[in-house]
């Protein structure tokens, strides 16, 4: 079992940045890829972020350029440094680890991003 708690969320005003972290415990060995997933009110979950243990990143095409995904491995968190911050990204963020050996996925709680003036 991975257990996945995140931080960081808030309220911030259109141009404002914020950083989410996300801590993974229990048997993190198995986790390689950890990212960041969010959903706005009646939208589809999307992805945000992925990164794996070697440090290849990807991005979902509406925060390429504005976020930015790290991991340290040591502490077993992730971290999603938020710039530019529009309405748009108004989300609930979840942080997600899959087992591609269980097939299983591990979700945090999820931490609110509300931007606005």
């Known amino acids: 079992q991975v257990q996945l708690v995140e931080s960081g969320g808030g309220l911030v005003q259109p141009g404002g940045s914020l950083r989410l972290s996300c801590a993974a415990s229990g048997s993190t060995f198995r986790i390689n890829v950890m990212g960041w997933y969010r959903q706005a009110p009646g939208k589809e979950r999307e992805l945000v972020a992925g990164?794996?243990?070697?440090?290849?990143?990807n991005y979902g095409d509406s925060v390429k350029g504005r976020f930015t995904i790290s991991r340290d491995n040591a502490k077993s968190t992730v971290y999603l440094q938020m710039n530019s911050l529009t309405a748009e990204d108004t989300a609930v963020y979840y942080c997600?680890?899959?087992?591609?050996?269980?097939?299983?996925?591990?979700w945090g709680q999820g931490t609110q991003v509300t931007v606005s003036s």
């Open positions: 990164i794996t243990r070697g440090a290849s990143t």
């Open positions: 997600h680890a899959p087992d591609l050996i269980k097939g299983v996925s591990y």
